[in-house]
């Protein structure tokens, strides 16, 4: 069965340091992977994806992240940290399970960021 | 441009009631979903629809039923409102042949 991991529930950052947010996955066969951004009281945000092509793939406000098939991993990284960037992060592989054509989302438990001034 | 319009945004019911969730995009994306998010348990997929008319089970559908005679509404129904069924519900909507999945901005229900 697909699967995503986030192993922190929570990651604090000073504003103006780099943050990685991680996120490991497991999947039969090529694995399409998001990210997605809850504000409080918000729906989900797209931010970025993986389907296939280069590893490092840039999204919205800044964001990137690194696709590394050896340790299968999918880690959301952005240079310089933002008080605005505090939210809840989630990680997200495509299931054929459910979803027809289109396929579901599997979401990880979701990772807390807190940027502190 | 709205997008994907959900109501109500919050609304607290009591135990037996039944309750139906409104969702509506502008994009007329062919896939529309229903997630519930729960604390520990992130995001699941109680139902989705391919089209119009077509309708199929998620996740964690038990208590719920869905419909779809427009491409654009798809609602959630709470036929008998249980306290487990208190969550935050998320309806999306995904472009037949495309990747992502679009969310709501959600609909905070509380059973009592």
């Known amino acids: 069965a697909q699967s995503v991991a986030q192993p922190e529930d929570q990651v604090n950052v000073a504003e103006g340091n780099p943050l990685t947010v991680k996120c490991t996955y497991s999947?039969?066969?090529?694995?399409?992977l998001f990210w997605y951004v809850q504000y409080p009281n918000r729906g989900l945000q797209f931010l970025l994806k993986?389907?296939?092509?280069?590893?490092l793939v840039k999204g919205s406000y800044g964001f990137e992240a690194e696709f590394n098939k050896s340790q299968t991993s999918f880690h959301l990284k952005k240079p310089s940290a933002l008080v605005t960037d505090s939210a809840l992060y989630f990680c997200?592989?495509?299931?054929?399970?459910?979803?027809?054509?289109?396929?579901?989302?599997?979401f990880g438990k979701g990772t807390k960021l807190s940027v502190k001034p | 441009d709205a997008g994907i319009t959900q109501s109500p945004r919050y609304k607290i019911t009591e135990t037996g009631r039944q309750v139906t969730l409104m969702c509506h995009q502008t994009w007329s994306h062919s896939y529309m979903f229903w997630y519930r998010q729960d604390l520990g348990h992130g995001l699941r997929l109680i139902y989705y629809?391919?089209?119009?008319?077509?309708?199929d089970k998620g996740e964690v559908p038990d208590g719920y039923v869905v419909s779809r005679s427009k491409t654009e509404n798809f609602p959630l129904t709470l036929e008998s409102a249980t306290r487990s069924q208190t969550s935050v519900y998320f309806c999306a909507t995904g472009r037949r042949g495309g990747n992502t999945i679009y969310f709501g901005e959600g609909s905070w229900l509380t059973v009592v």
């Open positions: 993986y389907i296939t092509g280069d590893n």
């Open positions: 629809s391919a089209a119009a008319d077509i309708t």
């Open positions: 997200a592989v495509r299931d054929m399970n459910y979803g027809g054509s289109q396929g579901n989302l599997i």
């Open positions: 999947v039969s066969g090529n694995p399409y």
